[in-house]
């Protein structure tokens, strides 16, 4: 990991609190996250992993909670049934609709830091796996 992936390892775990806090709000509960660091940002992505990082696991969690909680029965299903969050990039994938894993209680996260502006499909793919789960 070179200086610029260290930086910006560093910038994410300085703006997670308030992260955290956005994809609360839209989940109208708080939810334990767990971040995966070891092997979140690969060598040469430093450059732009705090915006990858934004986009992908907060602005695309964010999004896909905002649908399932439009109404009382997504917010008591996503407050009584999901017990935590993990985000993690270790299986490389760079597809939204691959990224989500719903088991025992816990939202899987896992996506690499490509197709950054992706957003719609990785809220779509959240969207898609907690219907059926929750």
Same mark, same amino acid.
């Given at each position: 990991?070179?200086?610029?992936?260290?930086?910006?390892?560093?910038?994410?775990?300085?703006?997670?609190?308030?992260?955290?806090?956005?994809?609360? @709000?839209? %989940?109208h509960?708080?939810?334990? /996250?767990?971040? #995966?660091? +070891?092997?979140? !940002? *690969?060598?040469?992505t430093g450059?732009?992993?705090v915006e990858?990082?934004?986009?992908?696991?907060?602005t695309?969690?964010?999004?896909?909670?905002?649908e399932?909680?439009?109404?009382?029965?997504?917010?008591? @299903?996503? %407050?009584?049934?999901?017990?935590? /969050?993990?985000? #993690?990039? +270790?299986?490389? !994938? *760079?597809?939204?609709e691959?990224?989500?894993?719903?088991?025992?209680?816990?939202?899987?996260?896992?996506?690499?830091?490509?197709n950054?502006?992706?957003?719609?499909d990785?809220a779509?793919?959240?969207?898609?796996?907690l219907?059926?789960a929750?």
């Amino acid at each position: 990991m070179g200086l610029a992936e260290k930086r910006a390892l560093e910038e994410i775990k300085k703006n997670m609190p308030n992260w955290e806090k956005r994809i609360h @709000a839209a %989940a109208h509960t708080t939810l334990p /996250i767990e971040v #995966k660091w +070891e092997g979140l !940002i *690969k060598d040469e992505t430093g450059e732009y992993a705090v915006e990858a990082f934004e986009k992908i696991f907060v602005t695309s969690v964010e999004k896909g909670f905002k649908e399932i909680c439009q109404d009382q029965i997504g917010k008591e @299903a996503v %407050a009584k049934d999901i017990k935590s /969050i993990v985000m #993690k990039n +270790e299986k490389d !994938i *760079k597809y939204g609709e691959y990224w989500v894993e719903f088991k025992d209680g816990v939202l899987i996260l896992d996506h690499s830091a490509v197709n950054i502006d992706s957003i719609d499909d990785r809220a779509h793919g959240l969207v898609k796996v907690l219907s059926k789960a929750l």
